[in-house]
């Protein structure tokens, strides 16, 4: 009986399936035509604002960065949030080597990554107002979801 | 039946979070069932496992059930923010109910608090980082209370 499951072999290879994340046109447009509408600096930038307001704690990782500036910071994370947006299929690959430092460099706790990323849709609902319904809401939300996946993959 | 409890504080308001907390309140209780049906259509189409506890046969925010019970929780939420001094005491009964009766994973609290925000912020003109802060630290003391009857 076939499986349509991912399951790892005993060597940890994972044997590809028909597992990948599905999106309806309908969410590859709104995630598409909303990113290419916004200002990535400056919602990045009050995302990570806003984290550091609302989740305190959050804070100490940047703590010793020298030279460190919220905006400085919201141009890398924009630009990552930017790859996958246009790899919506191919998140986990794009996102391989940038887990992996935030796994072995950088430790970051991964139940944190939706700290931030929930600042994000924050920022897009005060943005995007009415027209931020549940619907779009539900959308970014996936997106968010599949990009905290992502950056967690690399950690064991 | 008598028992001893500790009454753990798992939060502290200053004057600013009252500040800030207020007059969001305020909005809250004029708008309750606006406000609180689209919290809970975002719940639903986020969380889709949330629709078990209720027989709605509409759980969008135009669902006549989901504006009374969207009513209903706002209510609780802006009737508790002005007891802020007595927290615990004033949500007693809502704990028990939750936690004895209704028996709702407490799990899915955070979920709507986030609702709750998102909804917020999508409607005010202004939804500062402060504001927001202390709006996150009453519902998070009111979801850790709800969640304190369970066993």
Redesign the interface.
């Known amino acids: 009986c076939r499986s349509t499951q991912p399951f790892c072999t005993r060597d940890g290879r994972e044997i590809l399936t028909d597992k990948m994340v599905h999106w309806t046109p309908e969410e590859r447009s709104e995630i598409t035509s909303t990113w290419s509408a916004i200002n990535h600096k400056a919602v990045g930038t009050k995302a990570l604002e806003r984290m550091f307001s609302v989740y305190p704690w959050t804070t100490r990782y940047f703590s010793t960065i020298h030279g460190f500036t919220a905006e400085g910071h919201a141009i890398k994370v924009v630009g990552a949030l930017d790859k996958a947006v246009k790899h919506l299929d191919d998140v986990k690959t794009q996102f391989k080597d940038l887990s992996k430092k935030h796994a072995e460099e950088l430790h970051i706790d991964p139940g944190s990554f939706h700290l931030l990323t929930d600042c994000f849709i924050m920022e897009l609902a005060h943005l995007e107002k009415c027209k931020f319904t549940p619907h779009t809401h539900a959308t970014w939300a996936k997106f968010f979801k599949v990009v905290v996946d992502a950056i967690s993959k690399q950690y064991h | 039946e008598s028992e001893r409890v500790t009454r753990a504080a798992t939060m502290i308001f200053t004057d600013n979070d009252k500040n800030e907390i207020m007059p969001i309140i305020k909005v809250l209780e004029q708008n309750a069932e606006k406000l609180g049906a689209?919290s809970l259509?975002?719940m639903?189409?986020?969380y889709p496992g949330s629709k078990v506890y209720f027989h709605f046969e509409d759980f969008?925010?135009a669902g006549p059930k989901v504006k009374k019970h969207g009513a209903k929780v706002i209510g609780a939420i802006t009737k508790a923010a002005h007891h802020l001094d007595d927290l615990h005491g004033h949500l007693e009964g809502l704990a028990e109910t939750h936690g004895k009766v209704l028996l709702v994973d407490p799990q899915n609290f955070p979920k709507l608090c986030?609702c709750i925000?998102?909804?917020l912020?999508?409607?005010?003109t202004e939804?500062l980082?402060?504001t927001?802060?202390s709006i996150?630290k009453l519902l998070t003391v009111i979801c850790q209370i709800l969640s304190s009857r369970y066993r």
Not at chain 2, 121 to 124: D, P, T, V
């Open positions: 689209e259509a975002r639903f189409a986020l969008s925010a986030q925000e998102v909804t912020a999508s409607h005010l939804f980082p402060s927001h802060c996150d």
